[in-house]
């Protein structure tokens, strides 16, 4: 029985001896160690397929594969730092008052300097070019011919005591185009014609939050500016 179990043993270790050193490819059609290295590391690499580039080619590469690595790090960088919030703005107040109003950002609203800024605009004023004050109704009378004879239709001045009687030849909310269009009336023959203000533009200043959070906003909805400015509410952005 031993010497059975023996020859048995002895059987196998030939089998597996004659495996390993290839004995049986020609039945199998393989290898036995065809999962080994080198062969398997030769399929791997695909020497055929590798393509080696001139010195100038591959600086090129390495340097576009910098400049898009780096460009990506960097828009990475400005999206954390943006802060995310509501772009909330009041306004516009006189410019006089923007001092009074950006105290109240500080000291009601609690925003820290640089958290805000102020936006600059106009409100249009009423600029006239204008002729007179003259003596008297005959006066005026004469100076309306005058005028007409250059082609001209001028208008008596109206609702402003202190200037009647008088003549108004052109209306502006805009000085520098009334002293323009004066210019061109002097080509033409007028010659004590005037731009005078009958309302003055007003400088003005919009206050804009453009990254407000929850607490802020909170905060600023309650917010009363001087001279009695409109309320903070989303920004009026223009389109792009």
């Known amino acids: 029985m031993l010497r059975a179990a023996a020859l048995v043993l002895l059987l196998v270790n030939l089998l597996v001896l004659g495996w390993t050193q290839g004995l049986f ?15 398997r590391l030769q399929r791997q690499v695909n020497a055929d397929q590798v393509r080696v580039l001139p010195a100038p080619a591959a600086s090129a590469a390495l340097a576009a594969a910098q400049a898009a690595a780096a460009s990506e790090a960097e828009a990475a960088v400005r999206a954390a730092a943006a802060p995310p919030g509501t772009c909330l703005e009041a306004g516009p107040v006189p410019a006089t008052a923007l001092a009074a109003a950006e105290k109240l950002l500080r000291d009601n609203a609690g925003l820290s300097p640089g958290s805000w800024t102020p936006v600059s605009s ?22 309306i011919e005058e005028v007409k004879r250059l082609r001209l239709d001028p208008k008596p001045m109206s609702n402003s005591p202190e200037l009647e ?13 009334a002293e ?5 009336l002097s080509q033409r023959g ?6 005078i203000t009958l309302v003055p533009a007003v400088p003005l200043v919009t206050l804009r939050v453009p990254n407000a959070s929850d607490a802020q906003r909170d905060k600023l909805s309650g917010l009363k500016l001087p001279n009695n400015g409109p309320a903070f509410a989303a920004c009026t952005l223009p389109k792009s």
Do not use: H, Q, S
Request: hydrophobic share 35%; charged share 45%; net charge positive.
């Open 122 to 143: 106009e409100r249009k004023g009423v600029f006239l070019i204008y002729m007179g004050k003259y003596a008297d109704e005959e006066t005026l009378g004469r100076k």
């Open 180 to 184: 323009a269009e004066l210019g061109r």
């Open 25 to 39: 490819d020609k039945l199998r059609g393989t290898r036995a160690d065809a999962d080994r290295e080198p062969e």
């Open 190 to 195: 007028l010659r004590t014609a005037r731009v």
């Open 165 to 177: 009687p008088g003549l108004v030849l052109g209306r502006f909310d805009d000085k520098t185009a």
